[in-house]
C-alpha cells in the first residue's frame, strides 16, 4: 500500500512563505504524476500543483508565479514552496500520487494565511 505522508504547513502571515513536504513510501518513478491539491472549508478539493518523474511541471493559474513543485528523489519526496501568500491560499494541503492503477492520497497538512 502507497502511503504519503504531508508535513510543513502551520501559520504565516500574507506575503509569507512556507514549503510543504510529500514523503511518498515508493519511489517516485513508480507513479504517473504527484500533485498537490487544496481544499478550503466549504469549498471543492483543487488542484495546485503537479510534477512528473521526468520533470514536466503545471501550475492552477491562480498559483502560477508564487508555488512551484519540486522533488528530491533519492529521498522519494514532493515539495511545494509557497511563496507571496494570500489570504485565499489557507486551506488543508493534500498530496497525491498517481498511477495506472489508481490514486493514492495523504491525509493533509493544514495552511493558514493570517495577519
Known amino acids: 500500500q502507497v502511503q504519503l505522508v504531508e508535513s510543513g504547513g502551520g501559520l504565516v502571515q500574507p506575503g509569507g512563505s512556507l514549503r510543504l513536504s510529500c514523503a511518498l513510501s515508493e519511489n517516485l518513478s513508480s507513479f504517473d504524476t504527484v500533485s498537490w491539491y487544496r481544499q478550503a472549508p466549504g469549498n471543492q478539493r483543487e488542484w495546485v500543483a503537479a510534477?512528473?518523474?521526468?520533470?514536466?511541471?503545471r501550475y492552477n493559474d491562480r498559483v502560477k508565479g508564487r508555488f512551484a513543485i519540486s522533488s528530491d528523489k533519492p529521498k522519494n519526496t514532493v515539495f511545494l514552496q509557497m511563496n507571496r501568500m494570500k489570504f485565499e491560499d489557507s486551506a488543508v494541503y493534500f498530496c497525491n500520487a498517481r498511477t495506472g492503477d489508481g490514486d493514492y492520497w495523504g491525509r493533509g497538512t493544514q495552511v493558514i494565511v493570517s495577519s
Open positions: 510534477t512528473t518523474y521526468g520533470g514536466t511541471r
